[in-house]
Nanobody
């Protein structure tokens, strides 16, 4: 299974982007989906996460601005990002946990740059 993340790019502060992360190969379940980000010189941090059937959780820094969602039929995870700030500049990584076979998958990362 491979996860391919795309949708990153350069956007002005206050703008929006939608990241997508599509799984290819035989994935049995997308039980837990999440997005992480890593800014230059900083550690990777979780931005949003959602367990299947449960309410999503967000980092305080993105609450009210970011929305995580999924389309199981398309094996795709999304991150809608609004009101972007320069501090949101980072490489964003998607993560999917398949509880059926207990495997954790990472996407390759997509760069989001927010200009002020």
């Amino acid at each position: 299974v491979q996860l391919q993340a795309f949708g990153g790019g350069l956007v002005q502060a206050g703008g929006s982007l939608r990241l997508s992360c599509k799984a290819s190969g035989r994935i049995f379940s997308m039980d837990t989906i999440s997005w992480y980000r890593q800014a230059l010189g900083k550690e990777r941090e979780v931005v949003a996460a959602a367990v299947s059937g449960g309410a999503p959780n967000y980092a305080d820094s993105v609450k009210g601005r970011f929305t995580i969602s999924r389309d199981n039929a398309k094996k795709t995870v999304y991150l809608e990002m609004n009101s972007l700030k320069s501090v949101d500049t980072a490489i964003y990584y998607c993560n999917v946990y398949d509880r059926v076979i207990r495997r954790n998958y990472w996407g390759q990362g997509t760069l989001v740059t927010v200009s002020s």
